[in-house]
């Protein structure tokens, strides 16, 4: 059993569209972080969010934290080729805990 | 600094046979995780060191995984025997804390046949 679901699993859409995706749990994460994935690479850290409510933006990328600490959601603006990845959240759950990743969202933008 | 360096990038073994993974990480990182990513089951925690001391191997799949860290700049995960469902991307990972950004590294794809 996965403690965090992301959804959608795969996401094919053109460039300059708008997307979202959605980190979800019924655990509560003292703090949250969105990592990027491309191909033969490992994960690459976006964001860490701790507050419940909390909103950082990254250029196109904003992400949210739920105001119980229990989801999260990433959207990308106008999107573009290079933000295809593989897109993943990671939750502790309590200080001193190690990071839980999600099942992962795969984003591919065509040109 | 390079990053966290792992070797090999790829390893191709026979089923049974003995497997070392072997890791890098960033000078002055107190945390080291190894995980394994799979389609199946995304990407799973192993093991974590807290300096070079093993802290919690929960996610260890069987006794055919050990993990040492003899030091404060190396760390093996070994798999004997292995199975071809051993197959999979193997990362190692360092932070200066838990609670902060973690660094992959390009991980080892292992494949077992």
């Known amino acids: 059993t996965q403690l965090l679901e992301q959804s959608p699993q795969f996401l094919s859409i053109q460039e300059g569209e708008n997307l979202t995706v959605y980190c979800n749990s019924s655990?509560?994460?003292?703090?949250l972080q969105w990592y990027r994935q491309e191909p033969g690479e490992g994960p690459v850290l976006l964001v860490t969010v701790v507050t419940g409510g909390e909103v950082k933006k990254l250029k196109r990328l904003t992400f949210q934290f739920g105001d119980a600490r229990k989801d999260s959601s990433l959207h990308i603006t106008a999107a573009q080729p290079g933000d295809t990845g593989l897109y993943l959240c990671?939750?502790?759950?309590?200080?001193?805990?190690?990071?839980?990743f999600g099942t992962g969202t795969s984003l591919t933008v065509i040109p | 600094d390079a990053g966290v360096i792992q070797s090999p990038r790829h390893e191709v073994t026979e089923m049974g046979q003995e497997v070392t993974l072997r890791c890098k990480p960033i000078s002055g990182h107190d945390y080291l995780f190894w995980y394994r990513q799979t389609m199946m089951r995304g990407l799973e925690l192993l093991i974590y060191?807290?300096?070079?001391?093993?802290?919690?191997d929960s996610g260890m799949p069987e006794d055919r995984f050990s993990a040492k860290m003899p030091n404060a700049s190396f760390s093996t995960l070994k798999i004997q025997p292995s199975e071809p469902r051993d197959s999979a991307v193997y990362f190692c990972?360092?932070?200066?804390?838990?609670?902060?950004?973690?660094?992959f590294g390009q991980g080892t794809r292992l494949t077992v046949v």
């Open positions: 990671a939750g502790a759950r309590s200080a001193g805990n190690q990071f839980y």
């Open positions: 990972a360092s932070s200066l804390g838990s609670y902060t950004e973690a660094f």
């Open positions: 655990s509560v994460f003292s703090s």
């Open positions: 060191f807290n300096n070079n001391v093993p802290i919690d």
